[in-house]
């Protein structure tokens, strides 16, 4: 009964005209700052905390809150359209919801992703609002070990992203781990791979990877097919708005990307990456049609952009609970909760209750705007792909120039950022996968710090990644994943020769 009483007690703060105003504030621009590759929420968040101080502490921190979860959805608006993730949790909405701007039906891509990131939303607050101190308790048993197995099972997950070839997928992820050493050693201070170039000591930023290799590269690929001859506007097909069989398809993946999402998201270090890895694998080794994903498939946005969502909501609870940051962006909040003199922690729903569940509560609200806000503008959005070659390619180089250059101001960045875009441009012409790439990247330098923390605290024995049953469990769900794509490569070569040999000469 007292929970039920602070959950209502949080609406009536959570609704008050001022509040209302912030959450409307940070939603919107959680929006923009999604669509703007290069920025992203961690960075938004960090850019209000100086404008925001002397603000009520309940409404600064709900406009953050709005900027977080905001920035979600925004982030798939550029990936669907103009295949440009701004986010490492937008490059799985980018593999099928770009192919589904290509055959006519972006606005169906961008309409399931507002539905998806409202439900999600929606789906992982209800669950925060019930489950988050229970939770608490699983999120404690999890610790090196757990924390190097669980990145293990989303890098094998990759191969779930490899289309025909698992050797070129592994390729990739390679690349991308070999990527994610380049930089200052956080254990030994040495620095790694820089080839003597100061501004690669801090390694090679995300932002920059994934710009070069989506938009770029496919600038590239579109100048191509512009000077061939072969290049054409990508015409709306159908209704703006979902089909019947698209609705059918997606309930079962935006269910099972809502829980994805929250069970990942509240893994302290985990974040909305691993939640849409695992989502996207998930819906892919479950379909009755894998062949479409990659093509197309509307399962592989609706589950991917559902658990992105949902998995903000799980990240605010190891931030509230224990006051550990759950993703980056939820480490900047945990610097505002500092600067307003306020300790998260267990004791904060005893000390605060008015202000948990006033920004609990602002979320169910914020999800409801950014529904409201987004399916009226998918017209708008969709209007970018009519723009003529001539003038789309140059806007997609200025708005991918741009967000690099405006992180760090560093030229150096640039012509890194042009590498990867021909090295993009490459791997589509001898259809290596970009997606295990990117991943690997962003997991990489947390899997190696797990690696070692684990190694450190067994005194170098190998035995500690199999020394408890979630390490087991983790360690058999990799080797199944791993079995299964060799299985389903094995039995495609298998049909392949059969029908060859039975085809006539």
């Known amino acids: 009964m007292d929970s039920f009483i602070h959950i209502m007690n949080g609406f009536s703060v959570s609704l008050t005209p001022i509040n209302l105003w912030y959450t409307f504030l940070g939603v919107f621009m959680g929006t923009v700052i999604g669509v703007l590759p290069g920025i992203g929420p961690a960075a938004g968040i960090a850019l209000l905390i100086p404008v925001s101080y002397g603000l009520n502490p ?31 949790s937008s490059v799985m909405t980018a593999i099928d919801g770009h192919q ?28 925060l609002t019930l489950l988050a101190v229970p939770l608490t308790k699983i999120a404690l048993g999890f610790g090196p070990p757990e924390y190097f197995m669980l990145m293990l099972v989303a890098l094998t997950a990759v191969s779930a992203l490899t289309g025909k070839s698992p050797a070129k997928g592994m390729l990739a992820m390679m690349l991308g781990l070999a990527i994610a050493t380049i930089g200052t050693d956080l254990q030994s201070g040495q620095t790694r791979f820089a080839m003597g170039v100061t501004e690669l000591q801090d390694g090679v930023g995300f932002v920059i990877v994934v710009v070069g290799l989506f938009a770029l590269g496919e600038v590239f690929s579109a100048m191509e097919e512009h000077f061939h001859k072969r290049s054409e506007i ?127 509560n602002s979320m169910y609200v914020g999800n409801v705007m950014l529904l409201l806000l987004n399916l009226p503008l998918i017209g708008l959005f969709v209007r970018l792909l009519y723009i003529p070659t001539g003038i789309l390619l140059p806007l997609v180089i200025v708005l991918s120039t741009v967000g690099i250059f405006s992180v760090n101001g560093n030229t150096l960045e640039l012509y890194l950022c042009l590498m990867f875009g021909v090295l993009g441009y490459v791997f589509r012409k001898i259809d290596i996968p970009l997606a295990p790439l990117v991943l690997a990247l962003v997991l990489g330098g947390m899997m190696e710090q797990s690696f070692r923390q684990a190694m450190t605290l067994s005194g170098g024995n190998p035995k500690i990644f199999v020394g408890s049953v979630l390490t087991i469990s983790l360690a058999a769900l990799s080797v199944f994943i791993i079995g299964h794509t060799v299985y389903k490569a094995l039995s495609r070569k298998s049909r392949l020769r059969s029908s060859a040999q039975t085809s006539p000469t």
């Open 58 to 88: 309940t409404s600064a921190l709900i406009m953050m809150a709005g900027v977080y979860y905001g920035a979600q959805y925004g982030g798939s608006v550029t990936s669907i359209l103009i295949n440009t993730p701004g986010e490492s």
């Open 234 to 360: 990508l015409r709306l097909k159908g209704k703006l708005s979902l089909t019947k069989e698209e609705w059918r398809r997606s309930i079962k993946p935006i269910a099972r990307g809502g829980t994805i999402g929250f069970l990942i998201g509240l893994l302290p270090g985990a974040g909305a990456t691993i939640a849409t890895i695992m989502s996207y694998s998930v819906e892919k080794n479950m379909s009755k049609h894998p062949q479409e994903f990659g093509k197309g498939a509307i399962e592989g946005v609706a589950g991917p952009e559902t658990a992105n969502n949902s998995a903000t909501a799980g990240a605010m609870v190891p931030l509230l609970t224990l006051g550990v940051p759950g993703s980056g962006s939820t480490a900047v909040l945990l610097g505002a909760f500092v600067m307003y003199g306020i300790q998260p922690g267990p004791l904060l729903f005893q000390s605060r209750p008015d202000l948990v569940w006033g920004l609990v």
């Open 100 to 127: 589904m701007a290509r055959k006519g039906r972006a606005g169906a891509a961008l309409a399931i992703s507002a539905w998806g990131s409202f439900i999600g939303g929606t789906i992982g607050v209800i669950a």
